[in-house]
C-alpha cells in the first residue's frame, strides 16, 4: 500500500521568507497513463481543505505564483517563496491510486510563524 | 465551484447507524465523481469513500469497508453516505468533495469542499 510521509524542511518560519515541505512515498506514483496524480491541500484553522495543486506541479486557478511544487518518482515538494500571514495552517499532500481508485493522505505537516 | 453542503451529522450511540447528505447547488452534479473524506478531531484527513458520476463505481478505505455504503441521486443533486455498526473511531467531521477536473478531464484531486458535519459515536 502507499504511504506518504511529509516532513517540514523549514519550520517554523518568518514572515517573507521561504518555507518548503516534502512528501515521500514509499513506491512511485506514476500511473501507466504517464501521469502522477499528486496534489497538494492547505486547511487553514476552522476551514475544509483547499487544493492547491494537481498533478505533482500545476496550480489551481487563484493559488498565488509564489507557491510552486515539484518532484517525481517517490519524492515531492511543495515551496512557498515568501510566506504570508494567510499561509498559516496545515499542508497535506494527497495520491490518487490507480486500481482501485482510492486516496492517500500524507499525515499533514502544519506551518507556523515565527 | 459553489462548495458542497453535507447534512446529518450528530451524536449516536456505538453500533448505531447514521445516514449522511451532500448536496449540490451547481449545474452539472451528474458529472462529477464525488468523495467522502473525514478528519477526526485535532486529526489529518482520511479518505473514506468514492462513487462515479454515474453511481455505477465506489470504492471504500478498508476501515469502513463493510460498514458505509455511498450512493448518490443524481435527480436531486446529492450523495448520501449511509453508516452503519458505528465506532468511536468513526467519530469525524465528515466532508464532501468533488472530483477535480481540468478541461472535462480528472485531475486526481479534490475541490468543492463543504464546511462538513460533525459525526460523534459515544456511549
Known amino acids: 500500500d502507499v504511504v506518504l510521509t511529509q516532513t517540514p524542511l523549514s519550520s517554523p518560519v518568518t514572515l517573507g521568507q521561504a518555507a518548503a515541505i516534502s512528501c515521500r512515498s514509499n513506491?512511485?506514483?506514476?500511473?501507466?497513463?504517464?501521469?502522477?496524480?499528486l496534489s497538494w491541500l492547505h486547511q487553514r484553522p476552522g476551514q475544509p481543505p483547499r487544493v492547491l495543486i494537481y498533478?505533482?506541479?500545476h496550480r489551481v486557478s487563484g493559488v498565488p505564483a509564489r507557491i510552486t511544487a515539484s518532484g517525481t518518482g517517490t519524492y515531492f515538494t511543495l515551496n512557498i517563496a515568501k510566506v504570508e500571514a494567510e499561509d498559516v495552517g496545515v499542508y497535506y499532500c494527497?495520491?490518487?491510486?490507480?486500481?482501485?481508485?482510492?486516496?492517500?493522505f500524507g499525515q499533514g505537516i502544519r506551518l507556523e510563524i515565527k | 465551484q459553489e462548495p458542497l453542503v453535507e447534512s446529518g451529522g450528530g451524536v449516536v450511540q456505538p453500533g448505531r447507524s447514521l445516514r449522511l447528505s451532500c448536496a449540490d447547488s451547481g449545474l452539472f452534479f451528474a458529472s462529477y465523481d464525488l468523495h467522502w473524506v473525514r478528519q477526526a478531531p485535532g486529526k489529518g484527513l482520511e479518505w473514506v469513500a468514492f462513487i462515479s458520476s454515474d453511481g455505477a463505481t465506489k470504492t471504500y478505505a478498508d476501515s469502513v469497508r463493510g460498514r458505509f455504503t455511498i450512493s448518490r441521486d443524481n435527480s436531486q443533486k446529492t450523495m448520501f453516505l449511509q453508516m452503519d455498526s458505528l465506532k468511536p473511531v468513526d467519530t469525524a467531521i465528515y466532508y464532501c468533495?468533488?472530483?477535480?477536473?481540468?478541461?472535462?478531464?480528472?485531475?486526481?484531486?479534490?475541490?468543492?469542499w463543504g464546511q462538513g458535519t460533525l459525526v460523534t459515536v459515544s456511549s
Open positions: 498533478k505533482v506541479s
Open positions: 513506491q512511485a506514483l506514476e500511473h501507466t497513463d504517464l501521469n502522477t496524480y
Open positions: 468533495a468533488k472530483d477535480f477536473k481540468v478541461w472535462g478531464a480528472a485531475a486526481g484531486a479534490l475541490e468543492s
Open positions: 494527497m495520491h490518487e491510486t490507480e486500481v482501485p481508485r482510492t486516496y492517500i
